[in-house]
Nanobody
Framework: QVQLVESGGGLVQAGGSLRLSCAAS????????MGWYRQAPGKQRELVAS???????NYADSVKGRFTISRENVKNTVYLQMNSLTPEDTAVYSC??????????????WGQGTQVTVSS
């Protein structure tokens, strides 16, 4: 099992920035990719960004150029730096971890979620 603990959500004005953190513990040898999902009320869950053990990243078109995912391997922690936030970024952001192999990515572990609210 892998445990994920998120932090860093909150309320910010449009144009502002926030950084989310996700610390992984447990059987981390079983995962090779981590990511951030978000879900706004009435909308489908969306994969915002992911980062593999090798460092390759993937972003949703809606956040490219504004969000940056990074990892600190020593701390088993993944970060999501969010800049130029807009009210459309308001959602519950959840950290996820899983494996990526042969072009397939599957997230098996989830954090509890953290609320990000962007005011206009």
């Amino acid at each position: 099992q892998v445990q994920l603990v998120e932090s860093g959500g909150g309320l910010v004005q449009a144009g502002g920035s926030l950084r989310l953190s996700c610390a992984a513990s447990g059987s981390i040898f079983s995962i090779n990719v981590m990511g951030w999902y978000r879900q706004a009320p009435g909308k489908q869950r969306e994969l915002v960004a992911s980062i593999a053990n090798g460092g390759s990243t993937n972003y949703a078109d809606s956040v490219k150029g504004r969000f940056t995912i990074s990892r600190e391997n020593v701390k088993n922690t993944v970060y999501l730096q969010m800049n130029s936030l807009t009210p459309e970024d308001t959602a519950v952001y959840s950290c996820a971890a899983g494996w990526q192999r042969a072009g397939i990515t599957r997230f098996d572990y989830w954090g509890q979620g953290t609320q990000v609210t962007v005011s206009s």
